[in-house]
C-alpha cells in the first residue's frame, strides 16, 4: 500500500472563500451575499420550511408538501419560497403543475463555514463575556 495523500472531492470553492469571522473580516461584498441570506432566515416561516425541505425524504419537496404545516395561504408559502429561492439558499425546478425545491448544501455550508468558532474561542466563561 501507498502513503501517498489523496485529494479530498466535494469540497466547495464556496466554503474555502469564507475564513471564519473571528479570523478574518468580511468583505463588503461577500457580507452582502451573506446578509441576504440571513435575512431570508430570519423569518420564522422561511426557517422552517427550509428545515422541511431539508429534511424531506429525497432531500427534495414538492411545493404541494409544504403548504399543510403552516398557517398560512399558498401564496405566502409561495412568496416564503422565492425569498429563500432568491437569497440563494434552496433550488427548486417546475415538474409538470408543480415546483420541487430543495436545499442547496454550499449555501448551507458557507454560513456554516462563517459562524464556526475556532477551538480556543468556542467555550465562553459563565456570563457570556470574556
Not at 2 to 16: C, I, M, T
Not at 19 to 26: D, I, Q
Not at 76 to 105: D, F, N, Q
Given at each position: 500500500?501507498?502513503?501517498?495523500?489523496?485529494?479530498?472531492?466535494?469540497?466547495?470553492?464556496?466554503?474555502?472563500?469564507?475564513?471564519?469571522?473571528?479570523?478574518?473580516?468580511?468583505?463588503?461584498?461577500a457580507a452582502a451575499d451573506l446578509a441576504k441570506m440571513f435575512k431570508a432566515l430570519s423569518d420564522?416561516?422561511?426557517?422552517?420550511?427550509?428545515?422541511?425541505?431539508?429534511?424531506?425524504?429525497?432531500?427534495?419537496?414538492?411545493?404541494?408538501?409544504?403548504?399543510?404545516?403552516?398557517?398560512?395561504?399558498?401564496?405566502?408559502i409561495s412568496h416564503h419560497l422565492k425569498v429563500l429561492r432568491e437569497a440563494g439558499l434552496v433550488?427548486?425546478?417546475?415538474?409538470?403543475?408543480?415546483?420541487?425545491?430543495?436545499?442547496?448544501?454550499?449555501?448551507?455550508?458557507?454560513?456554516?463555514?462563517?459562524?464556526?468558532?475556532?477551538?480556543?474561542?468556542?467555550?465562553?466563561?459563565?456570563?457570556?463575556?470574556?
Amino acid at each position: 500500500m501507498s502513503n501517498l495523500e489523496l485529494p479530498v472531492l466535494g469540497q466547495d470553492d464556496a466554503v474555502a472563500c469564507c475564513s471564519p469571522m473571528v479570523r478574518e473580516p468580511l468583505g463588503e461584498e461577500a457580507a452582502a451575499d451573506l446578509a441576504k441570506m440571513f435575512k431570508a432566515l430570519s423569518d420564522p416561516v422561511r426557517l422552517r420550511l427550509l428545515s422541511l425541505i431539508a429534511s424531506h425524504e429525497g432531500g427534495e419537496a414538492c411545493v404541494c408538501d409544504l403548504t399543510g404545516p403552516f398557517d398560512v395561504s399558498q401564496p405566502t408559502i409561495s412568496h416564503h419560497l422565492k425569498v429563500l429561492r432568491e437569497a440563494g439558499l434552496v433550488g427548486s425546478e417546475r415538474r409538470g403543475t408543480w415546483v420541487y425545491y430543495w436545499v442547496l448544501p454550499a449555501a448551507l455550508a458557507r454560513l456554516s463555514a462563517l459562524l464556526q468558532a475556532p477551538a480556543a474561542t468556542a467555550a465562553v466563561p459563565a456570563g457570556g463575556a470574556r
